[in-house]
C-alpha cells in the first residue's frame, strides 16, 4: 500500500497487522509472516526509530517478560485522511452559531451525496457478495481500510481505518448517518457491533446473508 512510510513489504505488513490487531507480540507476528523472530525484531526496531511503533511489557509468569508492540499515535499519518482539524472546528463553529441541528443536517446532507454517488459505482452487480465486494473497492478508494469475510452465515465488514476518524469522534452523528447509508445501498438489515470513535480497534458491520 503505497501510503506507508517506506517500501519495505515486510514492513508494510508488521504495520497493518498492529493496525489490524492494536498489538501483536514478536513471536505472533513472526508466526504470520513467516520469517524469524530475529527478523522480525530488527523491523521492528528500524520501526521505533522512526517514532511508528512503541512497546509495553506482559508477563507470562515466571520468567523474562515478554513485549507487545503497537503502532503510536503518531503513526496515524501512515493513512490518508479526508479532513483534518480544520474540519472540526468548522464544524464547532457551525454549531455554536446555528445549533446541533444544523450539524445533523450537513451529515445527512453528505449521506445523501454519498448515496447518489455509490449507488452509480454499484449498479449492475448481481447478488450480495459482488455487491460487497464492490463497496469494498468503493470504501478502499476514498482511504479506508476494509477486510470483508463470512461468518456463520454472514458477512463481516471490518474498517480498521476511517478517513474521517477524528470529526467521528468528536460528532457522533457522523456514524449514525454512515450506518444509514449502509443500510440504504446494502441491506436495511446490517447492524453495527463497534465503532472505532468509541475506542474499539475496528469499526464492525454484520450484514445477513439472506
Given at each position: 500500500?503505497?501510503?506507508?512510510?517506506?517500501?519495505?513489504?515486510?514492513?508494510?505488513?508488521?504495520?497493518l497487522l498492529l493496525k489490524k490487531n492494536g498489538g501483536m507480540s514478536i513471536e505472533d507476528l513472526s508466526?504470520?509472516?513467516?520469517?524469524?523472530?530475529?527478523?522480525?525484531?530488527?523491523?521492528?526496531?528500524?520501526?521505533?526509530?522512526?517514532?511508528?511503533?512503541?512497546?509495553?511489557?506482559?508477563?507470562?509468569?515466571?520468567?523474562?517478560?515478554?513485549?507487545?508492540?503497537?503502532?503510536?499515535?503518531?503513526?496515524?499519518?501512515?493513512?490518508?485522511?479526508?479532513?483534518?482539524?480544520f474540519a472540526v472546528g468548522l464544524l464547532k463553529d457551525i454549531e455554536k452559531h446555528e445549533g446541533s441541528?444544523?450539524?445533523?443536517?450537513?451529515?445527512?446532507?453528505?449521506?445523501?451525496?454519498?448515496?447518489?454517488?455509490?449507488?452509480?459505482?454499484?449498479?449492475?452487480?448481481?447478488?450480495?457478495?459482488?455487491?460487497?465486494?464492490?463497496?469494498?473497492?468503493?470504501?478502499?478508494?476514498?482511504?479506508?481500510?476494509?477486510?470483508?469475510?463470512?461468518?456463520?452465515?454472514?458477512?463481516?465488514?471490518?474498517?480498521?481505518?476511517?478517513?474521517?476518524?477524528?470529526?467521528?469522534?468528536?460528532?457522533?452523528?457522523?456514524?449514525?448517518?454512515?450506518?444509514?447509508?449502509?443500510?440504504?445501498?446494502?441491506?436495511?438489515?446490517?447492524?453495527?457491533?463497534?465503532?472505532?470513535?468509541?475506542?474499539?480497534?475496528?469499526?464492525?458491520?454484520?450484514?445477513?446473508?439472506?
Open positions: 500500500m503505497d501510503f506507508l512510510i517506506d517500501e519495505n513489504s515486510t514492513r508494510k505488513n508488521i504495520i508466526k504470520v509472516i513467516d520469517i524469524t523472530p530475529m527478523g522480525i525484531r530488527q523491523h521492528l526496531l528500524a520501526l521505533e526509530k522512526k517514532g511508528v511503533v512503541t512497546y509495553v511489557p506482559r508477563r507470562r509468569g515466571i520468567g523474562r517478560p515478554g513485549f507487545i508492540y503497537m503502532l503510536t499515535d503518531s503513526a496515524n499519518y501512515l493513512f490518508p485522511d479526508s479532513y483534518d482539524s441541528e444544523k450539524i445533523d443536517k450537513i451529515f445527512n446532507w453528505r449521506r445523501e451525496r454519498l448515496l447518489k454517488t455509490n449507488k452509480e459505482a454499484l449498479s449492475g452487480k448481481d447478488n450480495l457478495e459482488d455487491t460487497l465486494h464492490a463497496f469494498k473497492n468503493v470504501l478502499e478508494s476514498n482511504g479506508h481500510l476494509v477486510e470483508l469475510s463470512r461468518n456463520n452465515g454472514h458477512y463481516h465488514l471490518r474498517q480498521y481505518h476511517c478517513p474521517i476518524h477524528k470529526i467521528s469522534s468528536e460528532y457522533k452523528e457522523a456514524c449514525k448517518y454512515e450506518l444509514l447509508l449502509y443500510r440504504d445501498l446494502i441491506s436495511k438489515n446490517i447492524t453495527r457491533e463497534q465503532t472505532l470513535s468509541e475506542g474499539a480497534p475496528y469499526c464492525l458491520y454484520v450484514i445477513p446473508r439472506a
